[in-house]
């Protein structure tokens, strides 16, 4: 299964590209990352069937064990691509909410789209770490 990170924003030269770079050198499962213009831009068409995935203040709050755990299984009912899709500044219309097939958060703060792209590479690559029975996820 694919993952596919679709941005708003670039992420230009910094720390948080530089993480996310490590992170997506490591993640062994197909990853994709599409960036977009803060508004515009199309977003590309999935590999179907897909599911998407909006990275939301006000989402579903997850263990990275659970998180793993519903990869894993949309990976083996034959998911061919997982979208996690992050917002511009003023996140996602309702619209893109109701839609989606998860609204995910990473607590109730508000981060910057960089670091929530930095935070999402390093929870998939821990997820497919868990999935392979890696000890990665109980270092970190």
């Known amino acids: 299964m694919r993952l596919h990170v679709i941005a708003r ?37 999935p590999l179907s069937p897909a599911k998407d995935i909006l990275l939301d203040e006000r989402g579903r709050l997850m263990s990275s064990e659970d998180f793993a755990a519903l990869l894993g299984r949309w990976r083996d009912d034959g998911m061919r691509e997982a979208r996690f ?35 999402l ?4 690559y821990r997820a497919t770490t868990i999935i392979a029975g890696h000890p990665y996820h109980r270092s970190g």
Request: no cysteine.
């Open 9 to 45: 924003g670039k992420i230009g030269r910094s720390p948080e590209a530089e993480l996310v770079a490590r992170y997506e050198k490591r993640i062994a499962w197909p990853f994709k990352l599409t960036e977009l213009p803060d508004t515009g831009g199309t977003i590309p068409a």
């Open 85 to 119: 899709l992050i917002g511009a500044a003023d996140g996602h219309g309702d619209e893109a909410r109701d839609k989606a097939d998860l609204l995910l958060g990473f607590g109730a703060m508000t981060w910057p789209h960089l670091m929530v792209r930095a935070m």
């Open 121 to 124: 590479a390093e929870q998939l």
